[in-house]
């Protein structure tokens, strides 16, 4: 599987849009790239995926660049609730049983 | 919906004695997966269930480690001889998995055990 890269830690204020942005230079044309984010003592929670269109949920935005090695959830309008650390990540093909996931992008949602 | 549940949330147990933490996946999924998550850190694949294929072992850390599921529900992970490095967060999630779609997985909130 490709390997994401993210910002350690990211801050947004409360209202705004938080852009959550990963790296995957190295993705694969069958590869999907995967949101989850996992809240204080909870498990992880998927967000989205896409594969080369973007994407939007009742949750949040995919954009995914034209070369596919860049991706930026957007969360519209953030709230306290949303901090969280937030995972990107890449899958190879769908029996790909293992969903590694990084350290990932702690986001702070600030009042 | 249920979503998936786990049991116990906590377990503080000493070293050298057995633990079993219970998985109950969501109603009509045929996957199941265990993860670990150390502290601060991401989580670690340890084995995989779909249906009544054989199992994905590929990521248990060592034969102190198993795991069975009843057909395609309950799941239980048994760690035996427990060491202060299985300390972690043990995390269960299911998915609809069928095969050529790409499935998204469903966490539990997962047991923290502590190993004194």
């Known amino acids: 599987d490709a390997k994401t890269t993210q910002p350690t830690s990211m801050d947004c204020a409360e209202g705004r849009a938080a852009n959550l942005p990963c790296n995957h230079s190295t993705i694969s044309g069958n590869e999907y790239v995967y949101w989850y984010r996992q809240i204080h003592s909870q498990g992880p929670q998927y967000i989205i995926h896409?594969?080369?269109n973007n994407e939007t949920n009742e949750m949040a935005s995919l954009i995914i660049t034209e070369d596919r090695k860049s991706s930026t959830l957007i969360l519209p309008h953030a709230t306290l609730r949303d901090t969280a650390v937030y995972y990107c990540i890449v899958r190879v093909k769908v029996d790909n049983n293992d969903m590694r996931f990084g350290a990932g992008t702690r986001l702070t949602v600030k009042p | 919906g249920a979503g998936v549940s786990q049991s116990p949330s906590n377990k503080v147990t000493e070293k050298g004695k057995d633990v079993e933490l219970r998985c109950d996946p969501i109603s009509g999924h045929t996957a199941l997966y265990w993860y670990r998550q150390r502290l601060g850190q991401g989580l670690e694949f340890l084995i995989y269930?779909?249906?009544?294929?054989?199992?994905?072992k590929s990521g248990l850390p060592s034969d102190r480690f198993s795991a069975e599921r009843t057909g395609e529900s309950v799941s239980t992970l048994t760690i035996q001889r427990t060491q202060q490095e299985d300390s972690a967060v043990y995390l269960c999630?299911?998915?609809?998995?069928?095969?050529?779609?790409?499935?998204?997985?469903?966490f539990g909130p997962g047991t923290r055990l502590t190993v004194l």
């Open positions: 896409g594969l080369k």
């Open positions: 269930f779909q249906g009544n294929s054989a199992p994905d």
């Open positions: 999630a299911s998915s609809p998995r069928a095969r050529g779609l790409i499935d998204t997985q469903y």
